[in-house]
């Protein structure tokens, strides 16, 4: 298995590098006060440092269930299982479904589709329109694969967001083909417009929806988690054990903290969504201005802006890019086959405005040289 | 698979149980303040937060293989993979090795048993004797299967030590017949008689080395590690980064802070062994004077006594112990075959002096009725 081609770039930048490369958020976003707090109020009970359980704690448990049921997601405890970052719920769900055929779209989150591919999963891409995969293809193709990993909230690389109807759509075929459906949604709470409503919530027995707080409140912790029915939950509980026992304590026990507060929640999550919005208007107004050949639409969430050089070789742009310090990744990356996309994936969240500028004018002289 | 029994005990007791199920590390010795002082210094840094690398933190690497080197081990940072808790150390290796065929001890620990059998390794016991496995029959075994698994210091469960002369004979086999070594060490630091060797220290090149802080800090952190040759290591990095990205940050950062006093953790050791020895002698003396029939050696370390009741119906016991309010596991459930061991194994670290004399007392009865 390659390793993921973002990280070797991540771990071969240095501090004079301007990263549209990577999926960081910004640090300067952390409610790192608030967390503190949180953690002193935690750390001082024995309980928090002792083995817990391996489903996860049981008021963080409950407080994810509040988020959606404040959706109008109908949630209980029961329906969430804790796992060491969303990465670990893509895990154990290819570990489970290891051998299977899945539908995925073309392009797809690296993490996940290194994780089939680790178990061995068949992966059948169907491409990414403007709002999603095509419905009639999914239906085709579930005729024959029935399991599938979808990413409808700004996905990560393409930015893709599916519409109502699009994700009405999907669930319709779903239930009426006997499908599965992983959702990801690490990106559903950091929208720009709205937050739709995800597919699960129509088929919630026939999918598994995954979320985390990597992009919301702090990566570091290593918290995301699966929503699903108790009977499909039961049956990940012992590949969970078997991984790692159970996910940090201590993580678990400060969001469970922070989490008391939603006000608190919500109030952080309005002050990400804003300032995420704002550098997504200025990192494309910069796009807009300097690098008018590149096509692209601007997201209504998350942390990418993905888009189209026609005729370049993207490689070799990134090859004199990174000799001036500047790195971004090519989006053939994010595709099972091989592919000359012609797109590039660019994070907006950790440069400063003049970063940015300057990124951008490093990628229009290296495309005119 | 099936889940742990040992969880399944643990989640079936309630406040008033007394427990010898389970080994839950005494939560009174936890050095909370000093993790908690550590934790406030580290979680006012932006890039405590942030993500971090697969392989681990470089400064907790650092001080792990200082830890090595203290003791006369050769070890550097490239020499550990920092993974989430000793769990996840068992499945990446299990999840690398498999399909394969593995020499485990009878009995071994439930935890890797499990994590074997999820990725079909083959596992050929051999039975443990007062020092360790026979030399002679892992020689044998040796000439057809490759990789092994031993616990050598302070077993769970049989709390089995490998004696000095033993470990090299293992050591020295394992050279000449090309063997790969899983030494799994969570309990290597509960001494309360002398630190053994490393059967890893003489064959650095064919081992894999694991250590974990769950035992001798706080297992909610869930952080381990394994030790072997960089080659090694880069094999397993692909399949951590799939299961998790990387280990909990916060974790990380408050252990790379506690261990920039060696001191510090050294004299935390200390009381933690003096601690669990004098429980172990109080626990031991109250058997030997009330249930003289328990045939068992006291343990050289570790967090258990292990023993035989010879004649007894051990599930039957347990069951009416458990109507009483006192678990215990029996030792057939860490044997992978069905067998009758007659034997049971007894935690000691977590119940007070008056909890074991009303929980022997409980054994007793139950034995006499």
């Known amino acids: 298995m390659k390793r993921s081609f973002i990280r070797e770039i991540l771990e071969a930048t240095n501090s004079n590098t301007i990263s549209f490369a990577g999926g960081l958020p910004n640090h300067d976003l952390f409610p790192i006060e608030e967390l503190s707090q949180c953690a002193s109020n935690v750390l001082a009970q024995k309980t928090t440092w002792q083995y ?26 029961e329906n969430i299982l804790i796992t060491t970052g969303s990465q670990q719920a893509l895990y154990i769900l290819a570990r489970y479904y290891q051998n299977s055929p899945i539908i995925i779209e073309a392009p797809s ?31 085709q193709a579930s005729h024959k694969t029935k399991l599938s990993y979808l990413i409808p909230d700004y996905q990560n690389p393409s930015t893709t ?26 990106y559903s709470d950091i929208y720009f417009e709205k937050k739709y409503r995800p597919i699960s919530s129509y088929i919630p027995n026939r ?17 995301g988690w699966i929503r699903a ?29 922070y989490l008391k ?14 300032h995420y919005r704002n550098k997504m208007n200025t990192f494309c107004d910069l796009l807009d201005t300097h690098l008018p050949q590149f096509q692209y639409t601007r997201p209504q969430g998350g942390m990418f802006v993905y888009g189209h050089l ?19 990744v090519p989006a053939d990356e994010f595709f099972i086959d091989d592919r000359q996309s ?28």
Chains 1, 2 share one sequence.
């Open 52 to 77: 817990s359980t391996s489903n996860g704690l049981p008021s963080l448990r409950r407080a994810i269930a509040n988020l959606y049921n404040q959706e109008g997601f109908e949630t209980s405890e």
């Open 109 to 139: 989150y690296l993490g996940a589709t290194n994780s089939f591919r680790l178990n061995n999963l068949t992966m059948h891409p169907l491409p990414l329109r403007d709002d999603g995969i095509d419905a009639e293809q999914f239906k």
């Open 161 to 186: 967001t599916y519409s109502e109807t699009k994700r009405q759509a999907i669930a319709k075929i779903v239930e009426q083909e006997g499908v599965v459906l992983i959702e990801d949604s690490p």
């Open 207 to 223: 999918s598994f929806h995954l979320g985390s707080f990597s992009k919301s409140l702090a990566p570091s912790l290593r918290i």
């Open 229 to 257: 029915n108790t009977k499909l939950l039961d049956e990940l509980l012992p590949i969970k054990e078997s991984i790692d026992l159970h996910s940090c304590g201590l993580s678990q026990a400060i969001l469970s903290e």
């Open 261 to 274: 507060g939603t006000l608190r929640f919500q109030t952080h999550l309005q002050k990400l969504q804003n």
């Open 310 to 328: 026609e005729g370049v070789d993207i490689y070799a742009l990134l090859e004199k890019c990174m000799r001036a310090n500047v790195v971004f």
């Open 342 to 369: 012609g797109a590039i994936r660019l994070n907006f969240t950790n440069t400063t405005p003049q970063e940015m500028a300057k990124g951008i004018e490093v990628i229009k002289r290296a495309l005119e040289s």
